[in-house]
């Protein structure tokens, strides 16, 4: 109804009067607003019916809660079983790889304009991102992946105290 009243407005402006928009007496535009005001004065009409569904729907979720909370460990395990931390680590070895040989061609090009006359170092390009991506791939190989997994505290927390 308020949708109504607000489309009634851009249609209608002749029914308002004032900066409130207030609906003139006596308009289809002050039945509407009557209407609107009626039915926020007497309440939600479908509320008893709500009222009737909420302890079952309370109980139902409750019954999920604990089935969610049991059963998280198995849920986990029961996700797509291959592991791709092998695989990162394999394209992490191979863009580091990469990344090497693009540093070595870079000092190489700042080799031969430092050995060219008129020209030095600062005459080579280098995209400066190499260095930073050589980086987080360090740290990636120092350790291995850690599988997504349940924590210890997750485990302690899911089991019944």
């Known amino acids: 109804m308020r949708i109504a009243l607000t ?3 851009a249609t209608n402006p002749d029914e308002y009067e004032g900066e409130q928009f207030r609906p003139r007496p006596g308009t289809k535009a002050a039945e509407l607003n009557q209407a609107i005001k009626a039915r ?4 939600n009409p479908h509320q008893a019916d709500l009222d009737a569904l909420v302890p079952p729907f309370h109980e139902v979720d409750a019954e999920l809660q604990r089935y969610k909370r049991a059963n998280v460990a198995q849920r986990i395990t029961e996700l797509e079983p291959e592991y791709a931390g092998d695989a990162i680590q394999e394209s992490a070895v191979a863009l580091r790889e990469a990344l090497d040989a693009y540093r070595a061609k870079s000092f190489a090009v700042r080799d031969i304009t430092v050995d060219t006359p008129g020209l030095s170092g ?16 360090d740290e990636i190989l120092e350790a291995d992946i850690t599988e997504p997994c349940l924590t210890e505290m997750g485990a302690y927390k899911a089991t019944d105290r």
């Open 122 to 137: 600062e005459h080579a390009a280098y995209d400066n991102r190499i260095d930073g991506w050589t980086a987080v791939l």
């Open 40 to 43: 926020q004065r007497d309440g």
């Open 7 to 9: 489309e009634r407005r």
